[in-house]
């Protein structure tokens, strides 16, 4: 079984100020599971919203193997997991090309850390950070909780311009 929890933080440009940043640095990198469906595959997806007042709402989903999931994609490889990053359009940054982020094994864990900023035609420019924790091992309520990370990447960058 492989679990994957990605929390979405969203804002727009009005709320790139110092006292929003805090309250966004606030909202955890990871929280309970819920209850789970018998899935090989099973994604957390919470969203923490500007507009929401960043409370963050859920929703739990099952999937079979290949999958893609907003950025990311994951197969299976033999008794491993394949995690996969895929292109995110009309997003800076522009220079995320496909490639693998992590191979999990049974009883490893991975964190995936990026941001965006989304612009297009017939929207407004708005920004998000993700933090993806992966695990392939059995479901437990707190299993993200626990700090055990056995892969950790960060591909943050600075949004705004300048040093991230």
Do not use: C
Request: charged residues 25%; glycine residues 4%; aromatic residues 12%.
């Amino acid at each position: 079984m492989v679990i994957v929890q990605r929390i979405v933080i969203r804002w727009t440009k009005q709320a790139r100020g110092a006292e929003e940043a805090t309250r966004r640095r606030e909202i955890p990198s990871a929280f309970e599971l819920p209850p789970m469906p018998d899935a090989p595959l099973i994604v957390h997806d919470l969203l923490a919203d500007e507009q929401n007042r960043y409370a963050p709402t859920g929703v739990v989903n099952g999937h079979s193997f290949p999958a893609r999931l907003d950025g990311l994609r994951f197969r299976l490889s033999e008794a491993a997991v394949e995690v996969e990053r895929t292109p995110v359009w009309a997003a800076y940054p522009t220079n995320r090309h496909p490639s693998r982020v992590f191979l999990l094994h049974p009883g490893e864990r991975a964190r995936y850390r990026a941001n965006f900023r989304f612009s297009g035609y017939s929207t407004q420019w708005y920004y998000e950070q993700w933090t993806v924790n992966i695990a392939h091992e059995p479901w437990r309520r707190d299993l993200f909780l626990a700090e055990k990370v056995d892969h950790d990447k960060d591909e943050r960058v600075s949004l705004y311009g300048g040093h991230r």
